[in-house]
């Protein structure tokens, strides 16, 4: 099935936007990069942080590149060292986006809720619904195979909730910037490249999820009515 020439003509219009995402991350990143900010990543998301309240969220330094994230377990905002040290509007704008989804957890931002309770299905289903697959086909157990079509459809529906989630921070993270005066309107426009960019990173994964979903349907529904 991995080889199988219908799958990437399918996903084919996902791998492409992929593709661009990608190209426009580095690019707008390495130029984000040379554009000096005030603060430090992590002093921009303290700011950020203890202005909506949240003097309880840590924040700490991770090793990676572009590892950031926010942990709702923890309450601990983790930061990549180029984010966490760098005083550049790239880091500024990165760290500022993982703050807005610690905003929208204290908030109980309603997307951010119904997309971590589908986390452990969506996890689960992403690797083991294309065994359940092949296992039913081979098998000719249908019920085995719509139970992994549908184990993966709740993974498509995890890509398509986060969207509003990664938008909805990334749009906390510039209003707040720019209300907290840590950046002006030109300094914006860096930083609204650089989330953007990124976010079409997640659209192209909702769509290969998307696609993946529908190709799965056309190659095992045969083999479920049998």
């Known amino acids: 099935m991995f080889f199988d020439p219908m799958y990437f003509i399918i996903i084919a219009p996902a791998l492409l936007l992929a593709l661009w995402a990608q190209f426009k991350v580095r690019s707008t990143?390495?130029?984000?990069?040379?554009?000096?900010?005030?603060?430090?990543?992590?002093?921009?998301?303290?700011?950020?942080?203890?202005?909506?309240g949240l003097n309880?969220?840590?924040?700490?330094?991770?090793?990676?590149h572009l590892s950031d994230h926010y942990d709702p377990r923890h309450k601990v905002l983790r930061l990549s060292p180029e984010v966490y040290q760098s005083r550049s509007l790239a880091?500024?704008?990165?760290?500022?986006?993982?703050?807005?989804?610690?905003?929208?957890?204290?908030?109980?931002?309603?997307?951010?809720?119904?997309?971590?309770?589908?986390?452990?299905?969506?996890?689960?289903?992403?690797?083991?619904?294309?065994?359940?697959?092949?296992?039913?086909?081979?098998?000719s157990?249908?019920?085995?195979?719509?139970?992994?079509?549908?184990?993966?459809?709740?993974?498509?529906?995890?890509?398509?909730?986060?969207?509003?989630?990664?938008?909805?921070?990334?749009?906390?993270?510039?209003?707040?910037?720019?209300?907290?005066?840590?950046?002006?309107?030109?300094?914006?426009?860096?930083v609204r490249r650089v989330l953007d960019a990124a976010a079409l990173t997640y659209v192209a994964a909702t769509l290969q999820a998307i696609l993946t979903l529908l190709y799965y349907i056309m190659r095992f529904s045969g083999s479920s009515r049998d």
Do not use: C
């Open 29 to 52: 990143y390495a130029a984000a990069q040379q554009m000096p900010a005030p603060l430090s990543g992590a002093a921009a998301a303290r700011y950020v942080l203890d202005s909506a």
């Open 56 to 64: 309880n969220v840590a924040i700490e330094q991770i090793p990676g």
């Open 91 to 139: 880091a500024v704008g990165i760290a500022a986006h993982e703050a807005g989804h610690a905003i929208q957890d204290a908030k109980a931002y309603a997307p951010l809720v119904v997309r971590n309770a589908a986390v452990p299905v969506a996890s689960f289903g992403s690797g083991a619904s294309i065994f359940l697959l092949i296992g039913g086909a081979i098998f």
């Open 141 to 190: 157990l249908p019920w085995l195979i719509s139970l992994g079509i549908g184990l993966f459809a709740v993974v498509v529906f995890f890509q398509i909730v986060n969207l509003p989630v990664e938008f909805n921070a990334s749009t906390r993270a510039k209003e707040q910037l720019v209300a907290l005066g840590v950046i002006n309107q030109e300094q914006l426009v860096y």
